[in-house]
Nanobody
Framework: QVQLAESGGGLVQPGGSLRLSCAAS????????IGWFRQASGQGREGVSC????????YYEDSVEGRFTISMDKANNMIYLQMDNLKPEDTGVYYC????????????????????????WGKGVPVTVST
């Protein structure tokens, strides 16, 4: 059973940076789609960035392309989201997710709409971008 635990959220000023971490366990399959999602207050969950654990290929939602970087330390089963040049609209609860069946793009574009179809979710960490 895959288990995920996020850390690293907090309050940051616009233009600042944060790095989110996700500790994963139970990753027994050859390839997983690993991703970060966010949910703003009163809104649905949206995929921010996803990657393949096997080949490292990545997918980014348009609004974060060039500002966010997803990465994975496979030896230690850690997934990271480096967030730079943060904007107030990046505010929300950020969730780590993993699925052994989705492609990285499919998980990012569909996982938020159908969260019960995703194999594992973390509990989420809040990120607030504000002055």
């Amino acid at each position: 059973q895959v288990q995920l635990a996020e850390s690293g959220g907090g309050l940051v000023q616009p233009g600042g940076s944060l790095r989110l971490s996700c500790a994963a366990s139970g990753l027994t399959k050859d390839d997983y789609a690993i991703g970060w999602f966010r949910q703003a207050s009163g809104q649905g969950r949206e995929g921010v960035s996803c990657m393949s654990s096997k080949d490292g290929r990545t997918y980014y939602e348009d609004s974060v392309e060039g500002r966010f970087t997803i990465s994975m330390d496979k030896a230690n089963n850690m997934i990271y989201l480096q967030m730079d040049n943060l904007k107030p609209e990046d505010t929300g609860v950020y969730y780590c997710a993993a699925d052994g069946g989705f492609s990285r793009q499919a998980m990012c574009t569909m996982g938020g709409k159908y969260p019960h179809g995703v194999e594992a979710w973390g509990k989420g960490v809040p990120v607030t971008v504000s002055t």
